[in-house]
């Protein structure tokens, strides 16, 4: 019968040092009378844990702090080249990489465009990606966003096609990548990646249960329950563009992978023919919400029209949305894409009173406010935890 784990030395020197560590990242350059009151370590421990970290190379002095009572005071920051951490957002068209340092400063972002047929194999396309953002060092993690999912009972990519990502259907594909790339490797949804984006620093921010619905050209969604991302049994939970919807043709009638469910009623080519049908012009879907928002406002009939096209998209994605909200009962909702950012809040509030018209429950929809690449926003926020949770806890010899 295990007990619990006694409290070592050792042991509470690494908690310490996690403890200095965290509060140096949130609060920024830091005195060690400061360092000792966020922690509440005596002087002479918080003396001899900056001299453990700078020794460790993760702590350097910024300087010092004159005006203070009694002697200067010497200023404390984490070292921002202690480790670097990757970030890669693959689509067909291009594959877009972010280094940032220890601190979460970005110190280096590259897009490498890729042909409808690339040339190389996979590792070399991604590892021209990343040789791209010129890494001022090593990497210690790499976080790979891609549109579609690994299953961890086989480690091969589902949910996707070979045509949809050329050279990516390979056995052991996360340690192939690894190996290859000479640096751990985790590949992860994109749809995730933007949920727990949002989840940090975004709309879903202090909300443990929500779910997040890209629809753009495809639909995904990602579930959040407890506080955490939630993959299911294949890693394909939240893939709910596949998922049957009335109106919509099933996988029986279309192909297990091709266009049907609620993609194909609300992915941006539908939602394209659709306000067409209503009069609304534009050069693709996005133009087209656009377009169709800014008609709204007018009056006349092309007013008129426009309205009835947005009621209609927000009916469709209320649809899928309702099912979700039945099964998954969450306090909050959040989208984002190509279809619903375009539309503002006048479709968030469309979709918002359709969802409400269908369900029990009556969850807050909310617009994404994450700024940027989302998924390279997930993915480095990802990457960067994995990282500062192995240095913060590599001070102390086990």
């Known amino acids: 019968m295990s007990g619990p784990v006694p409290g070592t030395p050792s042991l509470l020197r690494a908690i310490n040092d996690r403890a200095a560590l965290q509060a140096l990242l949130e609060r920024g350059p830091l005195t060690r009378p400061e360092i000792g009151q966020l922690t509440g370590l005596s002087k002479p421990t918080a003396s001899q844990l900056l001299a453990r970290l700078q020794e460790a190379g993760l702590v350097v002095l910024d300087g010092v702090r004159e005006g203070l009572p009694g002697r200067t005071a010497e200023v404390y920051r984490i070292n921002p080249a202690a480790a670097y951490a990757g970030a890669l957002d693959v689509t067909p068209g291009r594959i877009e990489a972010r280094v940032a ?13 890729t042909p409808r047929r690339p040339q190389g194999d996979l590792v070399e396309r991604l590892a021209a990606a990343l040789d791209g953002t010129r890494p001022p060092g090593p990497l210690r993690r790499v976080v790979i966003g891609v549109q579609a999912a690994v299953d961890p009972t086989t480690g091969r990519l589902g949910y996707a096609t070979a045509k949809d990502m050329p050279g990516w259907h ?3 594909l996360v340690p192939t990548l690894s190996r290859g790339l000479g640096v751990p490797v985790d590949v992860e949804n994109n749809v995730n990646l933007v949920a727990m984006a949002e989840q940090a620093h975004g709309a879903a921010h202090g909300n443990p249960d929500f779910v997040l619905l890209w629809a753009d050209e495809g639909i995904g969604s990602a579930l959040v329950l407890g506080g955490r991302m939630h993959r299911g049994a294949t890693g394909g939970a939240g893939e709910v563009g596949y998922m049957p919807t009335p109106g919509a043709p099933t996988a029986r009638e279309a192909g297990r992978l091709a266009n049907h469910g609620y993609t194909a009623l609300t992915g941006g080519a539908a939602v394209l023919k659709l306000l067409r049908s209503y009069g ?18 007018g009056r006349g009939k092309r007013a008129d029209d426009a309205r009835a096209g947005l009621r209609d998209v927000a009916a469709r994605l ?6 979700i909200t039945a099964v998954v009962d969450p306090g909050l909702i959040v ?17 918002e009173h359709e969802l409400h018209a269908l369900t029990v429950p009556s969850p807050r929809v909310r617009l994404s406010s994450v700024e940027g690449n989302p998924v390279l926003a997930g993915a480095l926020d990802l990457a960067l935890a994995t990282v500062r949770d192995e240095v913060f806890g590599s001070t102390v010899p086990s």
């Open 170 to 172: 390979i056995p052991d």
């Open 101 to 113: 340092d220890l601190t979460g400063t970005v110190v280096g972002s590259y897009t490498l465009a």
């Open 335 to 351: 989208l984002t894409g190509g279809v619903v950012l375009p539309g503002g809040e006048t479709l968030r509030e469309l979709v």
């Open 318 to 323: 209320a649809v899928g949305l309702a099912a």
């Open 280 to 297: 609304v012009r534009g050069g693709d879907f996005r133009q087209a919400v656009a377009n169709a928002v800014r008609a709204a406002e």
